[in-house]
Each structure stands twice: as structure tokens, then as C-alpha cells.
């Protein structure tokens, strides 16, 4: 069926255009932002591969990229042309990835300026990214809507606009089609990963999905390795699986294989589809999420019908609802989440009734259907063309 046209959206991503050919979870999102639009009737143009990030915090490079922001609009105007977008749409914007120029290309056009994934961190303020901790809250007051995928970011969000209302929750999400696809075939594809990965098809399996990358992933895997070295030897067999690459990954390896010895699979990266028979065919997804923003790996497994033991972090409790679709422990508290870990890996009652309710939740609230729902009912309450 041909869908609607509404109009044009123009999209940016200051902090990694939706083309960039490193994967990672902002990537991942901005293609999904771009399918929603899609969906919603509004065909996006990338309006600018421009990228802000300033990893360092350097006031002369923030300095530049302001004095830069005039030209870089009047860019963009040109490269989006005629018809004027119906909204301009900058996805994930913070202290060291502002977006410079989105608020003046869109005013010259006529256009709303909305943005998704917003976060203001006031301790910021003073600091070597103060330039562009200003500058987002510049975005911020400017913005016609304010979409938050992360609901932990609306408290700061709130002080800065003038209309509550202008911030407005936006659950993640993503395309559910082929996790429910995966779920349907769960029974075969465990018996083929049995034999593939040399696994005992009766024992439990976990999951773990992350990129191995210094900072906050690796602090993740290592908080695992942690809560699995807790568990007892009374437990019924089980078994981790561990979906992920990148330079952290003989670290991770070694402090996995020390805390599982005997009991861990390694895999490497995978794509989506390949990614998704993972998820159907194990029992239990596990991730501490160490400063996790919400956890896309989490969503997934969700959408496939796994239930989930994660810490209770940033805005994960939007993705695993605690005591619906998975257990929520504090984050750090390495025994919690080993004893959560345990009181699953005992009760595959309990694990059933919990990937179920996650697959309907996801159904019902984060499916790329449901966004585009939202994208559409958000274009009625801006000014039209």
C-alpha cells in the first residue's frame, strides 16, 4: 500500500550521520528515526553529515564550530531546498555533540524545529564543554518539541522550555517484524545452535549482546563477570552466550572465561538477522548496563519475546518493565543481579510469562509502527505549512 505524503522532514545527527559505516547504537536509532518519518508521510532528506562531537572539550574547537554555525545553515537550506520540510528533526544532542546551526537553517525556512534524544546535564555548566552546554540548552528553548526516548532526561529538559508539553515522551523502538519472525521458529533454530556452538540444548541459556569497547561497555561486562562468579554450583545447568567484537574484547574474554570457566560462548559480532535467532533461542537475556541510555540489545530481546535481568540504569526501566517483562537490579549491586540471575535461571515458569509480556509490550508501545503513529499525531499539533 502507498502511504501518504504529508510532506518532507529535514534530519540531522550531530553526533554520527545515519550513513556512517561504524555501527552503534546512535546509528541504529538515527536509521530508525529516518524508517519512522518514512512511515509517518514525511520523506526525510538529510539535511547535513556535519559532526559536532568534541570528545575532548576544547572551548576553541566549540568556538569554531559556533562562529562555523551561519554557514553551515545557509548550507543545509541549500542542500534541502524546495518544498520547505514540514519539520526539522535533530536526533541525539548533548554537551559534547550540540547542533550548531539546526535551529537557524529551520527558521529560515519556516520550518518546526523538533528535537529527539535531548539531554542537559547542568553540572556542565562552567566546565570545558560550557559553549556547547549552552548551545543545547539554546536547541532546547528553541524547539517546537522535545522527544524523549529517554525519560531520566526530562527532569533537567523541563526547567528549559516555557510549555510542559513541549516535552513529550517517545518510547525507543524499533521494527519488530523480524524478531517476531525469529520467535517463531525458536525450537529449531536452538537445536542448530546446540550443535554449532557445542551447548547442552536443556540447559539454560543466557545472552549477553555489547559492543567490547573500553569505558562503560567493558565496565558492563565486567560487572557480569562479577554477579556470575556469585552464583552457586546448585543451579540447574546453564550456559552464557556473548554477542559482541571490538579492541576490549581478550579483556572481556578473561574476566568472563575466569568468573564461567567451562560455561561461556563467544560468537563475535553478528547482523540483524542472525542477531535475532540468538535472541529466540535463548532463555534469558542479561545485561548490567552500565550507563546504558536504554539499551537497544534490550529492546530487541524483548520484541522476541526474551525476558531480561538488567540493571536498573538510565532509561532502561522504559525498555524491561520491572516484574513484567524482567528483573531490574540497582546499578553496582553485583549480588542483586546474581541473585536475580538465580531466581530466574531456577523458574522457566516465570521466564516464559515475563518474554511474554515483554513481546506484547514492545508490540503495542515500541514497534516502528506505534512511532510513526506518534510522528504523525506530533505534525497535527505544529504549524502547517
Not at 520467535?183 to 536443556?202: I, S, W
Not at 569497547?213 to 561486562?221: E, I, T
Not at 535461571?345 to 516465570?350: C, E, Y
Request: net charge positive; with cysteine.
Amino acid at each position: 500500500m502507498t502511504r501518504r505524503v504529508v510532506g518532507r522532514a529535514a534530519f540531522y545527527a550531530p553526533l554520527k550521520p545515519p550513513d556512517d559505516p561504524t555501527p552503534s547504537g546512535d546509528r541504529r536509532v538515527a536509521r530508525l528515526l529516518l524508517q519512522a518519518l518514512e512511515r509517518a508521510g514525511l520523506p526525510p532528506v538529510v539535511a547535513s553529515r556535519f559532526r559536532s562531537r568534541d570528545a575532548q572539550g576544547d572551548p576553541a574547537r566549540q568556538a569554531r564550530m559556533a562562529a562555523l554555525g551561519p554557514a553551515l545553515a545557509r548550507r543545509a537550506v541549500r542542500r534541502i531546498g524546495a518544498p520547505r520540510p514540514r519539520i526539522w528533526l535533530t536526533y541525539h544532542l548533548y554537551y559534547k555533540a550540540a547542533d550548531w546551526f539546526g535551529p537557524e537553517a529551520a527558521a529560515a525556512m519556516g520550518t518546526p524545529y523538533v528535537v529527539a534524544e535531548a539531554s542537559y546535564a547542568p553540572k556542565r555548566a562552567g566546565g570545558p564543554w560550557d559553549l556547547a552546554h549552552r548551545r543545547v540548552a539554546e536547541a532546547v528553548r528553541q524547539a517546537a518539541a522535545v522527544l524523549c526516548l529517554n525519560p531520566n532526561d526530562a527532569a533537567c529538559l523541563l526547567p528549559l522550555v516555557d510549555d510542559p508539553a513541549r516535552i513529550v515522551d517517545f518510547p525507543p523502538f524499533l521494527n519488530v517484524a523480524p524478531y517476531r519472525q525469529a520467535a517463531r521458529r525458536r525450537g529449531p533454530t536452538r537445536a542448530a545452535l546446540a550443535v554449532t556452538l557445542d551447548l547442552p540444548e536443556d540447559a539454560v541459556w543466557l545472552l549477553a549482546v555489547g559492543m567490547m569497547r573500553a569505558g562503560d561497555k567493558a565496565a558492563s561486562y565486567a560487572a557480569l563477570a562479577a554477579a556470575l562468579g556469585r552464583l552457586g554450583a546448585d543451579l540447574p545447568d546453564w550456559r552464557l552466550i556473548v554477542v559482541g567484537d571490538g579492541p576490549a574484547r581478550p579483556a572481556v574474554e578473561a574476566g568472563l572465561q575466569a568468573a564461567a570457566p567451562g560455561r561461556v560462548a563467544f560468537v563475535g559480532a553478528l547482523d540483524e538477522a542472525a542477531l535475532a535467532r540468538y535472541y529466540a533461542a535463548a532463555d534469558l537475556m542479561v545485561w548490567p548496563a552500565v550507563n546504558e541510555a536504554f539499551g537497544m540489545a534490550l529492546l530487541e530481546a524483548q520484541a522476541t519475546g526474551l525476558a531480561a535481568v538488567a540493571g536498573d540504569v538510565g532509561g532502561v526501566s522504559a525498555v524491561v518493565a520491572r516484574g513484567e517483562s524482567g528483573m531490574l537490579t540497582p546499578a553496582g549491586d553485583h549480588a542483586a543481579f546474581a541473585a536475580a540471575l538465580d531466581a530466574l535461571i531456577r523458574d522457566p515458569d516465570r521466564r516464559l510469562a515475563y518474554g511474554a509480556a515483554g513481546a506484547r509490550r514492545v508490540a503495542a508501545r515500541q514497534s516502528l509502527e506505534a512511532a510513526s503513529a506518534r510522528l504523525e499525531a506530533l505534525l497535527e499539533t505544529l504549524d502547517g505549512p
